[in-house]
């Protein structure tokens, strides 16, 4: 079960967070919490009265002007989906959200190349998969239009979505089933680090069966013989999971593999700007991005291996939500403003045994 503190400074809702957040801890004993603030703004507004007399604790008072409390909500939309047909949102992103991290390790935005921490922080918000799974649990398409399989349950025809251009102003062209292609070979290198290279090969490389692309919006996959899991599995984004990122082959191509793995062109509503191996993680809103433009200007994620050092950020104001352990509630319980928000479920124990299929 995760906890969402929060105070008076700022107010969001993160889905894409929790994938941060849970990945990265992980490998720690303590369970982590996220915090989340809230920002209180007053407007006064001139109200006549006849002497209305308003209870409010502890005693009642008089008053000649009416107080309206309202709370500004910022969202980072990185896990909704919303429809290609939608109009993006106008208004301008602004502000800064900074969370801090136990860890990032350094850039790794080549499929590769990707172990944990950074699939779970780069692929949240700087790429997008095919499918994604919203937090109660429904399959939503992202950058695949339609699909279906064959009767016999061997080939799968996917149609991607058009349209969807690479970070770079449209310097690296739209997204294309050859990227996804390369992206997914790419995974299934030889010496490959991707969480993924285990599960991937039943489908991509299966035998008897093979990857055909029809155009570059149209792939059909046949499996050989019917595949013992989810064919969504592994190539959607759950909140929690590291799926396969879609790079650009054209980028790549250009600048090498070298400047690709530390110089990330994604297609998600993030754009890179910096990453400083064990010290931040910076990236820009993309405005009138395909799906949702973020309501922030820029996402900064630090890395503060120290609990009691993003505590300490984190009520002095610098931090807006971080990683903490459920032992370090009682340091923040009663900070004027603070509330937890509880995840029913959030947390999943497996024992997996693998090679069953």
Known sequence: MHHWP?????????????????????????????????????????????????????????????VVKEVEKQVVVIATSVPLASSPQSSKPTGILRIANKD????????????????YVSTAVLFESLWHRDPDGTLKKRLIDE???????LTWTLKLKKGIQFHGDGKWG?????????????????????????HLPPIWRAEGGEVTKVDEHTLKVNTGKRVAFDFTWRLRHNGAGCPVPSVSKKYIDTVGKDKATVEAIGTGPWKFVEWRT?????????????RKTPNFEE???????????????????????????????PALVD?????????PGSLELRLNIHGQW
């Open 104 to 119: 990032l390790g350094p850039a790794q935005f080549i499929p590769q190349n990707m172990a944990v921490p950074q699939c």
């Open 6 to 66: 929060r105070n008076k400074k700022s107010i969001f809702y993160a889905p894409f967070l929790f994938a941060l957040l849970l990945s990265v801890a992980c490998g720690s004993s303590a369970e982590p919490v996220v915090v989340e603030k809230e920002v209180v703004r007053e407007v006064v507004k001139e109200v006549p009265v006849v002497k209305e007399v308003v209870k409010e604790v502890p005693k009642e008072v008089i008053i000649e002007k009416e």
């Open 299 to 329: 996402l900064h994620i630090f890395q503060i291996p120290e609990e009691s050092t993003r505590i300490a950020n984190f009520k002095s104001g610098q931090l807006d939500t971080m990683q903490m352990a459920l032992s370090s509630i």
């Open 335 to 343: 900070m004027p403003g603070i509330k937890f928000k509880r995840y």
């Open 174 to 198: 739209d997204w294309s089933a050859t990227d996804l292609l390369w992206s997914i070979e790419n995974t299934l290198e030889d010496g490959s680090r991707h969480p993924n290279v285990p």
């Open 147 to 153: 699909w279906d399989v064959s009767g016999d349950g």
């Open 278 to 290: 064990n010290e931040i993680f910076r990236v820009e809103a993309v405005e009138n991005h395909w």
